[in-house]
């Protein structure tokens, strides 16, 4: 069996669940080293622990058999030991990090991408955006998602709504609170609507305002089934977006800023777009008022995200890690 190895960035993001299901679509078909960079678990000190946490992601990959393909994360692309091994570098955006040593170290790490024999990217719009920095070694490989979690019984939502007292009026999902996710801008638009205003994942600071919960899996996603709609104003150029996939999933409608790779899942799963906060309202009671609407493109919503299945998206990262190590053998030859 030929080895493979990732490296992966453990921060419980989009990211992080498109990398847990590389290293599952290839664990089956190769000899799969992993090595996780995780610098949460340093504190405060993550800063100062970054050098250590990289020095033995490359001591990782110095003892990997020869010949392995190594996938690595972006943050990953600077570790490179003395002996090369073919490489594959995920990408799902840049620009947009708030950690202010990242965001110095972004311009070295995009240099690096040259040196990678592969580059995989997770929209049309990073692709392009690659394209234009002169690279060609770029793929699109989609997120995918296990398409049997989002089945719901009538009464497993219900269950779910009184045990978070979001009854007796519309729900509308916000998004997963964090920087540049348009949380914030969101509530103050909306806060005044008769409906439940509410978010996942942890605030930055404490704000008695915005009801934002930090759910385990099923619940999250029986909030996602729950909400009447989903909104998701990023300012930042997503990657993709599995909040808004997982809503449209869940026959959720979705409006969006479509920012990034955003604006190609909500053009494409015929969503609607919402480019600023001033058109935000008149949206939302558009699509609150209109039930049928409402219904039907969350109906078409659903048809579309249903396509990215695990099935596809494991055979189409086999087939790059074998076509790497092939490449990289007939070069060596």
């Known amino acids: ?153 009538v009464e497993e939502i219900e269950s779910f709504k009184r045990r978070y007292k979001l009854v007796g009026k519309p729900i509308i999902y916000m998004g997963n609170y964090g920087s540049d996710k348009g949380v914030d801008e969101t509530f103050e638009v909306l806060k005044d609507l008769d409906v439940h205003l509410i978010a996942s994942g942890h605030t930055a600071t404490p704000r008695n305002s915005i009801r934002c919960c930090f759910l385990e899996r099923r619940d999250y996603l029986r909030l996602l089934a729950s909400s009447t709609l989903a909104v998701a104003m990023s300012q930042a150029a997503e990657g993709w977006c599995r909040n808004a996939h997982e809503a449209m999933l869940c026959g959720t409608p979705v409006l969006g800023s479509g920012q990034g790779g955003l604006g190609e899942l909500l053009e494409s799963g015929e969503q609607i777009i919402c480019h600023d906060f001033h058109s935000l309202r008149s949206c939302v009671q558009h699509l609150l008022a209109n039930e049928h609407g409402r219904v039907a493109v969350g109906r078409k919503g659903c048809q579309f995200a249903r396509q990215f299945t695990e099935e596809k998206f494991r055979g189409e990262w086999i087939d790059l890690v074998n076509k790497v190590r092939t490449s990289s053998l007939e070069s060596i030859n």
């Open 1 to 153: 069996m030929h080895t493979a190895a990732i490296i992966d960035y453990n921060v419980g993001d989009g990211g992080s669940a498109y990398e847990v299901m590389v290293s599952e679509s290839l664990a089956n078909s190769f000899d799969l080293r992993r090595f996780t960079l995780d610098f949460r678990r340093w504190g405060s000190l993550k800063y100062v622990a970054a050098p250590l946490e990289f020095a033995r992601a490359r001591h990782f990959l110095t003892n990997c058999p020869a010949g392995s393909v190594v996938v690595k994360t972006l943050s990953a692309a600077l570790i490179n030991p003395r002996r090369q091994l073919p490489s594959i570098v995920i990408l799902h955006h840049v620009g947009s990090s708030d950690n202010w040593l990242y965001s110095r170290l972004e311009p070295h790490i995009i240099a690096q991408l040259r040196k990678a024999n592969a580059i995989v990217v997770v929209s049309k719009y990073w692709e392009s955006f690659l394209l234009k920095q002169g690279l060609t070694n770029v793929q699109t490989i989609y997120n995918a998602f296990k398409i049997d979690e989002f089945e719901f019984t």
